[in-house]
């Protein structure tokens, strides 16, 4: 059973830039949930994305956006980069969207924003 | 809203000794309540679980229990090991909604 995995690991992006992280969810998981995680703090909830649509989204900008695609993979795109954007960006896979909490997390992507 | 508050880190001891990983919550609704573990270089993985009041989750020697009337869900392990050494994260979801709630985690490192 292949896991989380997602790229890049690292990148250095400047202010204004945009950005595009990707993610293959768990074999078997529909829905992928991205987690910003600013250094010394918790996971913050970005969206979560089911069946390809979106249903259900945190405290984040419309400059955060999403797609999933049928193979249940995802990208997580940010445009116009700011220095508080500076985090480690997680996705996580699960069965289903029902909010059972069982989520199964990438290492994630470390984006630098200078 | 919904919020979790964890123990303040870091936290050293020496191997073998006992832990406990304070966690409080508040939150609408009725929580299911988790801890999460990220050991160096690796993602988050699930730890445990508990779904209402009273349950007590369990996994690899750690246990906490799901206390309403306080709002908690210490974690705590008998006999500490060096391999325990990561970052905990208290968590919880309301039945229904799609987030994780994470507090901020603590960092634990074992000393042989």
């Known amino acids: 059973e292949t896991g989380v995995t997602q790229s890049p690991t690292h990148l250095i992006k400047t202010r204004g830039q945009q950005v595009t992280l990707r993610c293959s969810s768990q074999s078997g998981h529909n829905t992928v949930s991205w987690y910003q995680q600013a250094l010394g703090q918790g996971p913050q909830f970005i969206f979560q994305y089911y069946r390809e649509e979106e249903n259900g989204r945190g405290n984040f900008p419309p400059r955060f956006s999403g797609l999933q695609f049928p193979n249940y993979s995802s990208e997580l795109n940010v445009n116009a980069l700011e220095l508080d954007d500076s985090a480690l960006y997680l996705c996580a896979s699960s069965r289903d969207y029902a909010g059972t909490g069982e989520l199964f997390f990438g290492e994630g992507s470390r984006l630098t924003v200078l | 809203g919904n919020s979790v508050t964890q123990m303040e880190g870091p936290v050293t001891l020496s191997e073998e000794a006992f832990l406990t990983i304070n966690c409080t919550y508040t939150a609408t609704g009725y929580p299911s309540l988790f801890w999460y573990v990220q050991y160096p270089g690796e993602g988050l993985q699930l730890l445990l679980k508990a779904t209402k009041a009273d349950d007590k989750g369990s996994n690899k020697g750690f246990e906490a229990t799901y206390r309403k009337e306080t709002t908690s869900f210490h974690l705590e392990k008998g006999s500490v090991q060096v391999s325990d050494s990561a970052v905990y994260f208290c968590?919880?979801?309301?039945?229904?909604?799609?987030?994780?709630?994470f507090g901020q985690g603590t960092r634990l490192t074992i000393n042989p």
């Open positions: 968590a919880l979801v309301i039945q229904g909604a799609q987030k994780l709630v």
